[in-house]
């Protein structure tokens, strides 16, 4: 059983089935989801592949793939990290879709045991290996990241978690799930890495959360004077504009520098940044210009890249990867923020969080805005405790 699921309208979501084919992708073979047979296929096949699909292309079949963090190491000329078992992508490509309403729920909540999560011991010690990579002048930002591990304490089946998840009022923008017979992708994520339309591609960086209140005015006005938090979006931003101007320059215009953004129990800052096109754009093109989401590296994208290989020290797979569904003319990539990978026959949940970390930082106040992540998704899932 292999589905899809993207959050449609407030009331509503969009279901894919019936997969015509289904493939993960690694560095030198492709496992088919359908037959579950491996296949030799250099990874260099699928890069080929989406050289030849441009975005202006029309999508007869609604195709989702799914990109994970590490192909962006791929990409950035960084592949000596990634070895020959680690996924780099997904392509699923369906022969039904239909708009639901929202789904009833045979469940009241998803009952998670926490089993490990990153102390404050851990966190310092990152957090102060990249001050001095800050201090030296290496990058202005970086992302750090720390996976959260849970057991779910029954054994779920995946429909009844997609039904409960796409049940709830507080579902982000890019909301979406896919099951592949056992592993389960499961992301609320509020950030756009980029929508394409009338040859136009727009991208939503996100930088800033806060805990919000009764009022998220009142907190909006007080990020709104926050240096620290007006430098990590202005850099992004900047980053952002530049990643755009790479794929059409100098056409990149930044349509609002700061705008607020409300999602379950936080308030967060973002800028839109949107490019015209005026010739064809292909896939690949496309990645290397904008993949992993620079919100989700920090900047410089490339040397933060390595800083973060050297600190974080395990795979963020599909969290900081992107899902872009194909539809018709539609283009929509979330970046997967808010976003956990299930092993649902094993009861493991894996969700991943972090922030950006710059020179005005103050450990504290990033760890308690990292926590602030993990609960606002728990909250979400009415996990008992939250």
Not at 165 to 189: C, K, V, W
Request: charged share 25%; net charge positive.
């Amino acid at each position: 059983m292999i589905f899809s699921r993207f959050k449609w309208k407030d009331s509503s979501y969009l279901e894919l089935k019936n997969p015509l084919k289904a493939f993960i992708y690694y560095r030198s073979m492709r496992l088919n989801l359908l037959t579950g047979f491996p296949e030799t296929y250099p990874f260099e096949f699928f890069l080929n592949r989406l050289q030849n699909i441009t975005m202006q292309e029309r999508f007869h079949r609604p195709t989702v793939f799914h990109f994970y963090y590490e192909l962006g190491l791929i990409l950035m000329g960084l592949g000596h990290a990634v070895d020959e078992d680690t996924p780099l992508a997904i392509e699923i490509e369906y022969q039904e879709k239909r708009i639901h309403d929202k789904p009833k729920t045979k469940i009241k909540n998803i009952p998670l045991k926490s089993l490990e999560r990153p102390s404050w011991g851990e966190y310092k010690v990152a957090f102060s290996q990249i001050q001095e990579h800050l201090l030296a002048g290496n990058c202005y930002q970086v992302n750090l990241t720390f996976p959260y591990d849970f057991e779910c304490q029954d054994l779920m089946d995946p429909r009844d978690i997609c039904d409960f998840f796409f049940s709830r009022n507080q579902l982000s923008a890019y909301a979406h799930a896919t099951f592949l017979g056992d592993e389960m992708i499961l992301s609320n994520s509020p950030e756009c890495l980029l929508q394409y339309s009338n040859n136009k591609i727009t991208t939503m960086p996100i930088k800033g959360t806060m805990r919000t209140g009764k009022n998220w005015k009142d907190d909006w006005e007080t990020m709104k004077k926050s240096i620290k938090e007006e430098g990590e979006l202005n850099m992004i931003t900047d980053l952002l504009r530049n990643d755009l101007n790479r794929l059409q320059f100098p056409e990149a215009k930044v349509l609002k520098k700061k705008a607020p953004l409300i999602v379950p129990g936080l308030l967060h800052q973002c800028s839109v940044i949107s490019v015209s096109l005026k010739e064809a754009l292909t896939f690949q093109k496309t990645l290397e210009c904008l993949f992993p989401g620079g919100s989700v590296t920090g900047a410089p994208k490339k040397r933060v890249m390595e800083i973060i290989l050297e600190i974080e020290r395990y795979q963020r797979g599909i969290y900081c990867g992107s899902t872009l569904l194909c539809d018709e003319e539609k283009k929509l990539a979330s970046i997967n923020i808010r976003t956990a990978q299930l092993s649902v026959g094993d009861k493991l949940w894996r969700y991943g969080a972090g922030g950006g970390v710059t020179l005005l930082s103050r450990p504290v106040s990033e760890f308690q805005e990292m926590e602030s992540k993990v609960y606002s998704f728990l909250t979400l899932l009415k996990v008992p405790g939250y």
